[in-house]
């Protein structure tokens, strides 16, 4: 059986290829990319996990994943894999996978950093392919890993990430191997250049190194676009000057080009090899000067062009020029001017061989037949270049590539780089900046410049050509020796160009000699004039007409000097001239000023007088000098002369020579000079003059500004050239002799110059005994005697004190270190050691204290403190110093005594005009140069090849720690330097090891000691974490300051526990707990926030340092023993540890909190524990055997609850650390017998507590939550600590709920939220403890003077919110303070002023206040916070809010919820379902104050308590009981009302409150029938007491209500009640209900006198337009009161009433009206008479408590006091609940049925058919909807709507009638309805309330029989004619909603449509048709759909 294998080490490693989901349990699923570790494999099976989740392991398939070969580290714990990649590929890789994550997040927020990243991410992409291809080159490679680090580092910072930091090779520090002070210097340096990136233009930088002093030009030619008639050539090169002015001169050799009219396109691999490099450009001529690509096209033919045979193409070009078979003619110029591209590409210093070259262009301008080519005159005469018709503008593409360095050392740095290799090089005219020995050049570069000739025997200018030769001293030609140019053989003689009849020709022409020096010292130059014939035969006999020459050496042996020469132009007499004639030699060659020539003939030539000839030179020679003195000095050296006066005036002379011209010969003058100095033993004098020359020479060399390239030269010459074996001992001798005469003037300026190259003096001096010893092997003894004599007398010459010689001891220092490298290779290091510590020391400390400090500094960078012996020596020295410095610029350090001197020195200088006072800048530079030697020690100590550093650390432990950790402290966060010694704090702690830090700690003697010193350290660390002094994105460093801070914490707590227990310090404890706690509290440390990535790196190279920390905290904290109550319940808040301790044990760490939390319930037992009576002056203690424990732990309690409040709310815990608290602190107190109880009760409240702050934190950070349920989360808080009476956080929460509040102008609710305060104050004037402090008034320190305050305030908040009732009550409190207490008569006025107001605003009847709906909340589903779950809200309306809007509003708050339909109660299901469910609806508010409830009150007042002070609210819900009958509804309609109870009044600190309490109870359909009628006579009766009182009450209310109870028509709903109730047989089969039908019977008589009443008012009232309609009142209710008093006698007027109203007198007007009594008793009838009472089914927002019923004396007349108050006979659990005699009609509004709602019911024949639903409404249905309207108006008694939603409000808006449903028991109520279709509404639904009701002059003077029977039993809304408003939107979830399942009012007048200006009159007994559908075409009144 085959057995599961582990894999080869090299395939561990793996990348997915394809996505794997897995085909069972045992499988892993797999993405394409995913990297995976190989564990075992099995056939075609891996055993695994992937590397992003390694807890996840299982099996993947072999196939599809690729095996990558890895590195496999097996050093850990566990083993590790990586891919073996280039390091800048790894780190590419994790880049992408950690933006990848981050694109995403990006995206979806929409941040502008998301294309930058994108961007980026490709182009990362795009480069590790680049790379692991494994084809790029060194350089190219380099300069693209620069730009992937810069794109990594760059984005990075855009995106706050963390700064990564490199090594010069671009490869990430790996902090292991780099001390703290190198680490932080990156760190520096990275964010430096990021900070530099960003203030520039956003460029990419390239690679920047120290640049070259020489530049290479790479030119390469891509195209040649230039028409020649013959062969060509174009001479390219380098020119500086503009020529445009005729200023070029030539600045490099010329690329010569041959070129035909045909091109290359015969051979094309021509074109290919067209390339040259123009080397040595020197970087000062590029700065300085214009520079110009100028190249010269010469055509070589005939005089006259002509066609060239394509034949001789090949052969013209490979011809070699040497005869005199064509002539070179001038055809023009291409150029450009490169300046600016040399300029861009010098900031290149490292060539980007991979970038896109750029062609550039190079026009050409043509030359005339008889021009020449004179550029000034070429360009003036031509402003464009030539352009052709086919090709464009003529000239040459080519690329420009700028290179810094020379040929060889680009050739060396980029050996593969093609470009270089055999490519033509063409030379600067002129040597090298750099001139390296052994280095040999000899080029004589010769310019034709002019000439001038005569015309001679011809009558025009003659065609002069130029021939040169290079002849020896006997005239024979040397051959090969001409170079025209790169690119071009070398020539035997040279041919210039022939211009046409120019007798003053300007040729420009150069070109090179190349002499070996023997040769040159012999040879000349030769030039021969011709004249060139056109005509080719007379051309061919055409011989030199003249000569001239020029001799290549000077007659004082000096070469040609560097200049212009004009030469003599001889004659040649054609027939005495003989070619081979040399004898003119023998002639002067040069014209001298002053001088005339004489015309005589010698051997043929004889000078010409007329003519002239100019050329310029330019010598370029290592070899040979053009300088006499310095000659003249290397030919003595050379001759080794004796003569000392000679000797004296070389040197002398030496002096005079250019130093550009020294440096050409160093060698040749070194050589000379020490030649000199070996071989003189007589004149020590001669040896000082010798020594000072040589000094001079080295001097010049070193020179920084001018020579700063020849130090290499001088070093390469020491160590390869240099041979004088015995001038070590002339040069120590010297050198000493001067360092002994150091005060004597004279020579002081020579040593001054011997310090400063004191460097090379030493390297000639150690090379010299060396190469000494190579050949002798002697005498080391006493050479190291005279060189320590030497070294001796330097550290003497630092005693010196007078000023003249502070610069040489300057130099002397400063330049001794460089010295140290040579000296030690042949002298003792020790030694050496010993004599710098002394130049140090014997240095005064005020004598250059900077120079010392930086000599020190070179020093430790020196091979010497590499030496541990070294060191012994050094260091301690360095340290004294250091001291020294640090304790006198200690001052320095302290920010606020920098800025005291700094004010001060301003005051004196304004004072006393001084501007040159002393200022501490040398102080802070020596400070500088302090922290920066400290840190270089660290850092070479830190090395691995320093050998042994234990006793160095020692050292700088024990003598500057406590130095470093003083300044750290003392020093603030802005101060550039802190950085600088924290870094050196963190490397000193990093580098001690434990020895180290015992025998620190053991050198404190004293306990005192010992505590000050770690009290500095714990708040050193303590302030490193909480302020850190670097930034937050240097990671790597602030992990590695922590993990030295671990490990300082951990020594700490091993000496707290050991040294300072006892005695007790206890704030030695207390700070190290906080030290602690801090930092691992701090944010770095937070893992749970970093990426994947960065926390595998964090914990594979720090671990947790959380854990290890915590864990010091716990094992100090149970070393305390008897001392840990001190820190639970001390006496000092600041010292109790529990708030700390709870901050550490919520860090999201699972083993942290296990491990930590049983703290909690030790501290638990400590105060348990502690004695009970403690003194208050002494600390806290523990009981003892005998003592009194204190049996609770109530401190730790508070201490616990206030601190989780701050903590959980600033974001530390979480659900999961409050169930492990729970788990482990309820299960250590179940196990303690004596503390379970209060333990278990603690543990229960903070659980509780935890649940809620969670709670609050969720909703409080999410800002989708509304602020109704911010403010929903803060009660429920508050209800919890009003509950455990935690006053200080009651209040912290009131004050945040108060600003919620008045930031959503909820003033009244942010009124009653202060009120919570206030009430906890009493009017004294005790001081306030800290709980009840109000943070808005911290002044205030009284409790009367604060309660004062917030009574101020909230009174001005209720004002605000129109709540003056309120306000009063609070004003009526202060007055009585102000009147009794404080007797403030003033601020009583005041107060008295502002509630006259108040009572004003009251009763002005302009001040409107809405009056709030209250709606029914109900949230269901575990889907909402757990404050709400399965609760029941009540909510107080916003202003004129109805249910639609605030349905949207609620729905907007929960965009998740969904909408229930119905009422009924959800099932289990729904509860506990996590989805969110909601139930809305209105509900009415039960009045709780009854005495204003009567009629006299004023409407004013009546209106604020029937909305406001609420606690009780009412709905109903009718359904039917049995069947229902079909004749008579009210036979079996029920009610179900339904009373709520909320925790709290409303208005109150809340907009809703929490139902706490429900009542529900079901009303018989007779108790519904008592209770509607006995609701409709209090409102009658209401309404007349209001408008007897109130005259000045508009009638239209009045007029609403009576007509609507008076008609006729009305009876119907009596006669149904009589039907149901009232007939025989209802009676005797309810004999129980006996009292309730007697009842019935009393209200409907108490009716009567009621509206007799109205009617009187009314007729004092009426007016002309309503008079028709008051006789009509009158008629009807004349019928109406004949029959009621007919059947149940004669009810009485209440006396209030009967005393105050004038009966009207009726009968005169019945008379009147007998026709209209006719028609209301046909509408009275029974038969077919159907009436259906139908109202407003919530509560009335008062609630009636009636009155004891008076006994009846006679049953023919009923008493109206009964009658109005029957309803005390219902059961007295319907009592009990308050609910008003107006919910009973309520109940009807919530009728749902399958069909469409029916608003009431109408007479049988009345019924509406259903065919009204096929068509539109008939004119008989608008009649019946304006006269329904107008019944419905006069209705209304009360100006406050019932519970009704907004399609109840008023007729006009809902849908046209529909037919007459049954109700059932079945019925269900509906919550909200969907809006009414526009095409149902009518327009004038739209128009506006107005405020009265107006009645057109056409009214019918004879009314149509009333339909409104119901009105007679109950009332309606308030509204008028016209009051009609459009339905608000409804939410987006309720729009699709089924209109038939809205709740309707049951009412007649609900089915007619409302028309304000129509004629009452009949309905028509027609039918009405049906509206169209909704998803129908649209009614044309409004055509817009819904």
């Not at 494999?41 to 196939?63: C, D, I, M, Q, T």
């Not at 006999?541 to 132009?569: C, R, W, Y």
């Not at 036979?1531 to 309490?1557: H, N």
Request: glycine share 4%; net charge neutral.
């Amino acid at each position: 059986m085959m057995s599961w294998t582990p894999p080869r080490d090299r395939e561990k490693y793996g990348v997915a290829i394809y996505n794997f989901s897995g085909i069972n349990d045992s499988c892993i699923k797999l993405s394409v990319g995913e990297t995976v570790h190989i564990l075992e494999e099995l056939g075609g099976w891996y055993f695994g996990y992937a590397l992003h989740n390694k807890a996840l392991r299982g099996v993947f398939p072999k196939s599809f994943i690729q095996v990558r070969d890895c590195i496999v580290d097996k050093t850990g714990p566990v083993e590790v894999v990586t891919a073996r990649l280039p390091p800048i590929v790894q780190e590419v890789t994790a880049v992408l996978r950690e933006w990848g994550v981050l694109l995403r997040k990006l995206y979806v927020e929409r941040k502008k950093e998301f294309t930058l990243v994108r961007d980026t991410m490709k182009e990362l992409i795009a480069h590790r392919s680049k790379i692991l291809s494994g084809q790029l080159p060194g350089d190219e490679l380099k300069q693209l890993k620069y730009r992937i680090t810069h794109g990594i580092d760059r984005v990075n910072a855009r995106l706050g990430l963390d700064l990564v930091v490199r090594d010069e090779n671009g490869n990430i520090l790996n902090p292991d191997i780099t001390s703290a002070v190198k680490l932080f210097r990156h760190h520096d340096e990275a964010a430096a250049q990021l900070r530099k990136h960003e203030a520039s233009d956003g460029r990419v930088p390239t690679v920047r190194r120290t640049p070259h002093l020489s530049w290479t030009a790479h030119v390469s030619i891509k195209n040649i676009i230039i028409k020649v008639p013959e062969p060509s050539e174009i001479s390219l090169g380098l020119y500086i000057g503009d020529p445009r002015e005729g200023k070029e001169r030539p600045l490099t050799e010329a690329f010569i080009i041959p070129w035909t009219d045909d091109g290359y396109n015969g051979h094309p691999d021509l074109l290919l090899k067209l390339k040259c490099l123009f080397t040595d450009l020197s970087t000062v001529t590029l700065d300085d000067n214009q520079v110009w690509l100028i190249g010269s096209v010469i055509r070589l033919g005939s005089m006259a062009s002509k066609e060239v045979d394509p034949r001789r193409i090949s052969a013209v070009l490979g011809k070699k020029i040497t005869s005199n078979d064509s002539m070179r003619r001038p055809f023009g110029v291409v150029m450009m001017d490169v300046t600016s591209l040399i300029q861009k590409q010098k900031s290149v210093t490292v060539p980007s061989n991979g970038s896109q070259e750029v062609d550039q262009f190079a026009a050409f301008y043509p030359c005339g037949e008889k021009e020449t080519l004179d550029l000034k005159k070429l360009l003036s005469s031509r402003s464009d270049a030539v352009r052709d018709n086919r090709t464009g503008f003529q000239g040459i593409w080519f690329t420009f590539q700028l290179l810094n360095g020379d040929l060889k050392q680009l050739q060396e740095d980029n050996a593969h780089y093609v470009a270089l290799r055999d490519v033509p090089v063409a030379l600067r005219l002129g040597l090298s900046d750099v001139i390296m020995p052994g280095d040999v050049r000899n080029d004589l570069y010769i310019t034709l410049l002019s000439g001038e000739f005569s015309r001679g025997a011809k009558t025009c200018d003659r065609n002069v050509e130029v021939t040169v030769r290079i002849c020896d001293e006997k005239g024979n030609l040397i051959p090969g020796v001409i170079h025209q140019g790169c690119g071009k053989g070398p020539l035997d003689e040279y041919h210039s160009v022939t211009y046409h009849h120019e007798g003053k020709p300007r040729w420009a022409e150069t070109f090179k000699i190349a002499l070996p020096i023997e040769e040159f010292k012999k040879a000349h130059v030769k030039f021969t004039f011709r004249h060139r014939s056109t005509n080719d035969v007379k051309d061919k006999n055409e011989k030199p007409f003249a000569l001239s020459f020029v001799k290549l050496m000077q007659s004082n042996g000096t070469t040609l000097m560097n200049t212009d020469h004009e030469l003599i132009v001889y004659k040649i007499d054609g027939k005495k001239w003989n070619d081979n004639d040399w004898s003119y030699l023998n002639l002067p060659w040069q014209r001298i000023n002053g001088e005339e020539l004489t015309k005589s003939w010698n051997h043929g030539v004889a000078p010409s007088l007329k003519d002239s000839f100019t050329i310029s030179t330019t010598f370029c020679s290592t070899k040979l000098t053009q300088n006499a003195e310095l000659l003249r000095l290397l030919e003595w050296g050379w001759s080794g002369s004796p003569d000392r006066t000679t000797l004296e005036s070389c040197l002398q002379g030496l002096r005079r020579v250019p130093s550009e011209e020294l440096m050409v010969f160093l060698q040749d003058t070194l050589d000379v000079l020490l030649e000199i100095l070996m071989n003189n033993s007589t004149d020590d004098d001669s040896d000082n003059k010798v020594f000072e020359a040589l000094i001079y020479v080295i001097t010049i060399a070193t020179d920084k500004n001018k020579h700063e390239a020849f130090q290499p030269v001088l070093d390469t010459y020491i160590q390869q050239n240099f041979h004088a074996t015995l001038a070590y001992n002339k040069l120590i001798h010297v050198l000493k002799y001067y360092v002994e005469e150091g005060q004597n003037a004279d020579r002081q300026e020579t040593l001054k110059k011997a310090m400063k190259c004191l460097q090379y003096v030493f390297k000639f001096i150690i090379r010299s005994r060396q190469l000494f010893v190579e050949l002798y092997g002697r005498g080391q003894e006493e050479f190291e005697k005279s060189l320590q004599q030497l070294l001796e007398a330097m550290a003497s010459m630092m005693k010196h004190t007078v000023d003249t010689t502070l610069t040489v001891q300057a130099h002397c220092l400063k330049y001794i270190t460089t010295t140290i490298p040579d000296i030690i290779t042949t002298f003792d290091a020790v030694i050496m050691s010993q004599i710098l510590v002394k130049m140090i020391d014997n240095l005064d400390q005020k004598r250059i204290p900077k120079q010392k400090l930086m000599t020190m500094n070179e020093i430790i960078h020196s091979e010497l403190f590499k030496f541990p012996e070294c060191r012994k020596v050094l260091l301690p020295s360095f340290i004294d110093h250091i001291r020294r410095l640090l304790a006198a610029n200690e001052e320095v350090t302290d920010y606020e005594v920098v800025m005291r001197k700094e004010r001060k020195k301003t005051k004196l200088k304004k004072i006393l005009d001084l501007d040159n006072l002393n200022d501490d800048s040398n102080m802070t530079e020596e400070l500088v140069l302090c922290v920066k030697i400290l840190g270089d020690i660290l850092d070479v100590l830190f090395s691995s090849d320093v050998g042994p550093n234990h006793e160095d650390i020692s050292l700088l432990s024990t003598r500057l720690l406590e130095d470093i950790l003083s300044i750290v402290y003392k020093m603030t966060r802005d101060d550039p330097l802190n950085c600088k010694f924290v870094s050196v704090l963190v490397s000193l702690l990093r580098q001690m090891s434990d020895r180290h830090y015992q025998n620190f700690l053991n050198q404190f003697q004293t306990s005192d000691q010992l505590c000050n010193f770690l009290l500095e350290l714990l708040m050193v660390v303590e302030n490193l974490v909480k302020e850190p002094v670097f930034p937050s994105d240097w990671a790597e460093m602030i992990l590695l300051q922590n993990s030295v801070i671990v490990k300082v914490l951990q020594k700490c707590s091993r000496v707290i526990t050991e040294r300072v227990r006892d005695p007790f310090r206890e704030a030695v404890w207390f700070n190290f707990f906080h030290c602690a706690i801090d930092f691992i509290t701090q944010p770095s440390l937070q893992l749970e926030d970093f990426t994947q990535s960065k926390r595998n790196k964090i914990l594979s190279r720090y671990r947790d340092m959380r854990r290890e920390t915590a864990l010091e905290i716990k094992s100090l904290w149970f070393s305390l023993g008897q001392h840990k109550i001190r820190f639970v319940a001390g006496s000092d808040d600041r010292q109790n540890m529990v708030g700390p301790f709870l901050k550490m044990t919520m860090l999201p760490d699972v083993e942290l909190r296990k491990a930590t939390i049983p703290i909690f319930f030790d501290m638990m037992q400590c105060e348990f524990y502690s004695l009970r009576d403690q003194e208050k002056d002494l600390p806290p203690d523990m009981a003892r055997s005998d003592q009194k424990i204190k049996g609770k732990f109530n401190e730790f309690e508070n201490e616990m609850l206030e601190k989780l409040d701050q903590l959980v709310e600033s974001g530390h815990g979480d659900e999961h650390y409050r169930e492990v608290f729970q788990n482990m602190i309820g299960a250590l107190c179940e196990d303690h017998a004596t503390m379970r109880e209060p333990g278990r009760k603690l543990v229960h409240t903070i659980s509780r507590l935890m649940d809620r702050l969670l709670q609050y934190r969720t909703i409080m950070n999410n800002p989708d939550n509304s602020a109704e349920t911010r403010m929903s989360c803060i009660v429920n808080l508050l209800d919890f600590y009003s509950e455990i009476h935690r006053k200080e956080l009651y209040l912290r929460y009131v004050y945040k709920l108060s600003e919620l509040h008045l930031a959503c102008d909820n003033y009244t609710e942010a009124g009653y939220t202060l009120q919570q305060h206030a009430a906890l104050l009493r009017w004294s004037p005790d001081p306030l403890s800290s709980a009840l402090r109000s943070p808005h008034h911290i002044s205030l320190g009284r409790h009367d003077e604060l309660k004062e305050k917030l009574y101020e305030e909230i009174i001005s908040y209720f004002d605000k919110g129109k709540m003056w009732e309120d306000a009063l009550t609070l004003c009526k409190e202060l007055v009585k303070h102000y009147e009794e207490v404080i007797i403030d008569y003033v601020k009583l006025s005041e107060l008295l002023t502002r509630m006259a107001v108040f009572y004003k605003n009251i009763m002005n009847p302009q001040n409107l206040r809405p009056e709030p709906e209250y709606f029914r909340v109900a949230y269901y589903g575990r889907g909402f916070p757990a404050f709400l779950q399965n609760k029941v809200f009540v909510y107080r309306g916003n202003g004129f809010e109805r249910l639609a809007d605030f349905t949207s509003r609620i729905l907007d708050q929960f965009p998740n919820a969904e909408l229930m339909k119905k009422l009924t109660p959800p099932s289990d299901e729904v509860k506990e379902s996590p989805q969110q469910f909601l139930q809305i609806s209105k509900v009415d508010c039960a009045m709780q104050e009854e005495k204003f409830s009567s009629a006299h009150v004023s409407e004013q007042i009546q209106s604020y308590y029937r909305a406001n002070h609420v606690k009780v609210f009412t709905y109903s819900r009718p359904f039917h009981r049995g069947q229902k009958d079909p004749t008579n509804e009210f036979a079996t309609l029920c009610i179900e009302k339904t009373t709520l109870q909320t925790s709290y009044s409303l208005p109150g600190i809340l907009r809703c409150f929490q139902v706490v309490r429900t009542k529900s109870i079901e009303l018989s359909p007779l108790e519904n029938a008592v209770e509607t009628m006995s609701s409709a006579n209090r409102e009658v009766y209401n309404l007349v007491k209001r408008y007897v009182q109130d005259s000045t009450l508009p009638l239209h209310p009045l007029t609403r209500k009576v007509s609507g109870m008076v008609d006729a028509a009305v009876m119907g709903g009596i006669v149904n009640y009589e039907k149901a109730f009232l007939s025989d047989e209802y009676i005797e089969s309810h004999p129980s209900d006996a009292e309730r039908l007697d009842n019935l019977r009393h209200l409907i008589a108490s009716q009567i006198p009621l509206l007799e009443a109205a009617l009187s008012i009314h007729a004092s009232r009426v007016t002309e337009p309503i008079a028709g309609l008051h006789e009509h009142m009158v008629s009807s209710f004349s019928k109406m009161k004949a029959q009621v008093q007919e059947k149940y006698g004669e009810a009485e007027m209440p006396e209030d009433l009967r005393n105050e109203v004038c009966p009207l007198r009726i009968h005169s007007l019945l008379s009147m009206n007998s026709e209209q009594s006719a028609r209301s008793s046909y509408l009275y009838s029974t038969q077919d008479t159907k009436w259906l009472p139908c109202s407003s089914i919530e509560m009335d927002s008062e609630e009636l408590r009636p009155p004891r019923e008076e006994p009846r004396q006679d049953k023919s007349r009923l008493s109206f006091t009964r009658g109005l108050h029957a309803i005390s006979s219902l059961s007295s659990e319907f009592m009990f609940m308050s609910m008003s005699l107006s919910t009973s009609q309520s109940s009807l509004s919530r009728l749902s049925t399958s069909g469409k709602v029916c608003g009431g019911t109408l007479p049988r024949h009345h019924k509406i058919s259903s065919n009204f639903m096929n068509g539109t409404p008939s004119k008989s249905a608008k009649k019946e909807k304006s006269f329904s309207r107008l019944l419905r108006r006069e209705s209304f008694t009360s100006q406050r709507e019932p519970s009704t939603q907004w399609f109840d409000r008023s007729d006009s808006q809902l849908a046209p009638p529909q037919p007459i449903f049954e109700l059932t028991e079945q019925v269900t109520i509906p919550l909200t309805r969907e809006r009414p279709k526009r095409t149902e509404l009518e327009p004038e639904r739209l128009l506006i309330r107005p405020r009265s009701l107006t009645m057109s002059s056409s009214l019918s003077p004879t009314p149509s029989p009333s339909l409104g029977s119901r009105e007679s039993l109950m009332s309606t809304p308030t509204g008028s004619i016209c009051e009609e408003e459009a339905p608000p939107p409804l939410p987006v979830k309720m729009r699709d909603q089924d209109s038939d399942s809205v709740s309707q009012r049951l009412s007649a007048i609900s089915l007619q449509a409302a028309n304000p200006s129509c004629i009452i009159s009949d309905i028509s007994p027609e039918p009405p048709q049906k509206p169209p559908r909704p998803d129908k075409s649209y009614s044309q009144e409004d055509p817009s759909p819904p």
